[in-house]
């Protein structure tokens, strides 16, 4: 799928795929952000600090964040059964885990943050699209922050380590190896790794895959400080 | 439950009780109305469409499966609706419930009792192989009148969708995705909802609206005008000259939403 | 389906189903009646006003109502597995909704009065035979009410309007209308309507579904009656 | 949960001490029973059972279907049991609990294990078409002691059911609804359930009796006489004497249950 | 199945299967107890009393048990579906109405006794071999206790009544009769029974059962004795 | 949730500080370790794995079964895992939760990812006949590091399993159980699992190092010393450098855990 270091979507392998994000796009949610890579399209929305009706997620002495992502049955090739699957809730207990090190909320004791993802339409790397745009949606309501969070993942394909795998490229290579980190302190809050990797090959797409998330973050901060902007017009 | 302060609801009605309403609109007026289609690429049609800052998808997915014993030559029709969380602070993960479901019945009564699709055309092997149409509605943002919201996206999303060329070969079916041909449409179908607020019947209720009413009436008008399919819902009873009203209204409003459809 | 002016099972065009009420069958619940309309078997049970069990259900200022419809696997031809569907969740909605305008629960905060409609045989209507025989039960259990609420469908049926479809009128008829009214001030508090009707079809509809109406409240009265009566001896 | 009295519970038990009843009986005595036959036209067989206050129904639905692969020549018996909240303040929607878990097998073991429906007559082509009995109980009035009721409404709505003729043409499977014959049965079972209260063992208890048992003891019998199925329940133990003193009641006792089915 | 008064697997008339039990297997629960009979193997844990988190079970006056009968996916011939099936929800309930008349937890207001067994393989009589093990188990938990119950069960084959069923007799027998006693009293706390008895043959069946349980009980008695003089040393 | 005293995490972490842990380990040491296989004569492969006081029994199950249509010549893996409550007082009895969810395809993730099982030769008839291979975990003592031992228990139970032979005669699937040969593999795999506590990576956690720990790494490594699955799990964030280290660590530690597998 790599032919003179170009693959088969005409991208170099360390690569995006064509990004974009829009904040706001929601009026009933505190936030809301949309986001575009390849052919994903993510809407993430979220709603909080408000108080926990939930009594088994509710902690004495902090807030919690509760993540939901979830696919729209209409988003993929076979249409999928509405409601939770084994890997959605996987998805939404490490994306939970990806966003919480981020967020301060110390002073919000006894309450919940939701997050919720609906992937509109999936076309690999979904997981990390929705973290990237579920912290968007989050800094969008208001929730202090100590950070953005970003994702992106890095793989294996035909041999070569290659940024942000496309559908195609993540069912045909050989790896996969999804992150999110803070930018500032550069920590991993996501890590997932499928597919044989050597230790070399790892260390390698660990580094592409924090490349790329560097890169995604600069595409947040812009969609933010549009929307600031605008709201300051 | 939304706990809207007594002073507001009061306000609210005696605005509607003089013709107006919170947002300038007068009692038979929708809010701004706009449709895309085709924005999922994955589905053989797909719609979204605003109506004001209310925002539902509608996505349709086609498959060949096994028509219904009683009905050997026709395709079948399934309607979804998730009410997902993302849409309203008080709408729940789980299950669907009673508002979802009735949501999803009346969309779906809307479209089949008019007989939009021509489901005799969705044959592709009497008694072995008909289309399947699964119809999903995702609402995104609730600011009120889910329901004339998913019936416009329903219809346009059928109205956009490419079914492909399904045959009997020598190995059994076969199916050509490359050559498609616009899904067989008798004639389309819109539905307007009205709530009674103090006295007065109100088309496309604002969230708050809503909220405030009494009782509620679905009206799906077919584009030769017939009424074909109707609901109430709500605790509050309607009189028979408000419900006839509403008939008259939902008929002569009924091509105004067509035209939004191309 | 109609030759001049006479139905399939020898009825006129505004005639209803032999139709048989009686009052106070069940010895647990608070009020009870058995409804026969046609083929259809209907018993109909009512608990409360009791405390109300489901948090999320409970209101402040007055009781409310819960109602569940269910028929028996037995019911139809088909067998039908037991528990609830998508269409007897509507039909649940919608009868408490229907049932809802007529009791006067204010001075019952806090409370839930439950409404149980069993369909041991369906033939065409069940939804108002079953809201019918409610509001017997609900008058039986001692439920402080304005009105006893009644039901019935007109529809079009070979091109003419008629009154209380069978299970046959109503799979090949045109269209079906069921209502539910209060006799006292003719309120709707059920409307459904399926099937392509003119406006002018549909004001027919209405104005003889509303006769029917009137006159199985009659039926509902009387048995009321003979029931006080029988209590009385 | 009921909470009984503490006296009136007292007084139950030392009216059963002197071999009396709340109701009048003594404690070897049934309450009245009637049973009614063939009254849902749509089911193959049905029966509405009353003793005393209690009331069930159970409806026979018959399906032509694949066997077991294990017994490729037996028909496939189901029995299901629904304690619809309408027949008891404490009965809850939703899924059947442990309590109707345990009345239904209870019930299907009766007739299951006595060989009651000759399953091998119901075979319509061996490993591919076999009748499949689908038993469902519905429990419309909760008066005490389901179990009896149930059983007895099976055995008589399985008494009154009306098979069609199946057979195997060119183009597979005939059905014909117009020739029936009755549901094939070995013999016919009953059930006789008793609850320990103080030192006595009381047979078809009521209601109140059951609220202040100790522990109960189903016992199914054949028309032979054979001890089929038996099911302690409850938390009080039970001692070997009592346990045989109920069996010898149960044999005596079902020849006058079995006379009431016709 | 039955020649010259000897059983397919070699055993006479009224000879139990080889049994095993051992005390104290698992470190996280209360009490724990694995019992091997023929080829069944039976874990059963116990948690308790605890407070009772279960609001419906929780009784004022005194606690309550609660068991869990479960069979691993893989312990019979074709793989069984996790969770709960209506087999092993009666055989949950009936074991704790087996259990319960032993204990004493009138001391233990608001509070429950979590019984867990756990089928790793079947081979007949799981029902009893749980029971057996379960109160094995309750008395390594220190659950005050009027006696340690034993269930054992007796049945019909090629028309003798046998002690002990194995899975082979069990399918192909003609009846089958669990019971649960307490040694002490002789009372009997569990009796099914499946399969035509004559009178005479029942009582004769519940001997048998009776004489297998005390059998039985020794074993139990001798591996709670072991396992207290292991910990004495 | 597990309340554990301040002074005992305090005391934890401490301890961990000067690499020494409660138990005497040092940070990057395993317990005792122990397996045991066919232990189960109903399945087809089975092993129980300690490590300390941790229990897991893993079973498989065969089956021929249809392959998914993407794959027709590849045999099915199925990896579900019970977190049975007898293990652990703060396990519920339910469906599934996040956690076991999580535990189940993490460990199938490491069996699938690394192509342990040599699924091309699961294939009995292409397109309609594969081996289902139904891998199913019983957690019976949780002590902490469910992963590792699940994953060990996995990795030995195929290593000890017998596939029938199946073929296709005249009649369609034959599958002679008594002929059986080894599930072929290609290699096995191991994991090693390491949590944060203040700031050292620490290998194969009990509970109460899991209770106090800030964030867990899980790394599956093949036979070959490849990196074949991770997972970082819990709320805290790790840098670059812990999980190279964790990485090299976890390959070296693989022929130690590969060699308890006969």
């Known amino acids: ?233 | 439950m939304k706990i809207i302060p007594e002073i507001t609801k009061e306000s609210i009605k005696d605005l509607i009780g003089n013709n107006q309403r919170e947002d300038g609109r007068t009692i038979d007026q929708y809010r701004d109305i706009s449709i895309e289609t085709d924005i999922i690429s994955k589905a053989e049609g797909s719609a979204k469409v605003k109506i004001g800052g209310t925002k539902v998808i509608a996505g349709i997915k086609l498959q060949v499966g096994a028509p219904y014993p009683d009905n050997p030559n026709l395709g079948v029709l399934m309607t979804n609706c998730e009410m997902v969380p993302i849409a309203d602070p008080t709408f729940e993960v789980g299950p669907p419930n009673e508002e979802s479901i009735e949501l999803a019945r009346v969309v779906d009564r809307g479209i089949r009792e008019s007989k939009m699709v021509d489901l005799e055309k969705l044959c592709v092997e009497e008694g072995n192989h008909v289309w399947m149409i699964f119809i999903d509605l995702h609402v995104l943002d609730n600011c009120g009148n889910l329901f004339d919201a998913c019936e416009l996206a329903v219809t346009a999303a059928l109205n956009s969708t490419k079914l492909p060329t399904a045959s009997i070969g020598d190995d059994g079916l076969v199916i050509d995705k490359e050559n498609t041909f616009d899904l067989p449409l008798n004639e389309k179908v819109v539905m307007s909802t009205f709530v009674k607020i103090g006295s007065e019947m109100v088309i496309d209720p604002s969230l708050m609206e809503e909220d405030v009413s009494d009782g509620r009436l679905n009206i799906g008008v077919t584009e030769k005008g017939l009424v074909c399919s109707m609901q109430k819902g709500g605790m509050g009873p309607l009189n028979k000259k408000e419900i006839l009203d509403c008939v008259n209204i939902a008929i002569s409003k009924s091509s105004e939403l067509l035209n939004l459809i191309k």
Do not use: H, W
């Open chain 1, 1 to 233: 799928m790599i032919t003179d270091g170009v693959r088969v979507d005409g991208r170099k392998l360390d690569e995006l795929r064509p990004t974009k994000i829009e904040v706001g796009v929601l009026e009933r949610a505190d936030g809301s952000a949309y986001l575009e890579v390849g052919g994903n399209k993510i809407i993430a929305g979220v709603y909080g600090p408000r108080e926990s009706y939930i009594r088994r997620l509710l902690e004495p002495n902090t807030g919690v964040i509760r993540c939901r992502y979830n696919m729209a049955p209409f988003s993929v090739d076979d249409r999928k059964r509405p409601g939770p699957d084994r890997r959605s809730s996987e998805i939404s207990k490490i994306t939970a885990d990806a966003l919480r090190p981020s967020l301060m909320l110390e002073n919000y004791p006894r309450s919940m943050v939701d997050v919720f993802i609906e992937v509109i339409e999936a076309e690999g790397g979904t997981r990390c699209a929705g973290i990237t745009a579920a912290s968007v949606a989050l800094a969008d309501a208001g929730i202090p922050m100590t950070d953005i969070v970003v994702a992106c993942a890095a793989g294996k394909v035909d041999g070569e380590i290659v940024l942000d795998l496309s559908e195609k490229e993540d069912k045909e290579g050989e790896a996969d190896l999804p992150i999110a980190i803070m930018p500032r302190t550069g920590e991993v809050t996501l890590l997932q790794s499928d597919g044989n990797l050597s230790e070399e090959e790892f260390s390698k797409a660990l580094d592409l895959a924090i490349d790329g998330c560097m890169q995604i973050s600069e595409i947040q901060k812009e969609a933010l400080k549009n929307k600031y902007l605008e709201s300051m017009e």
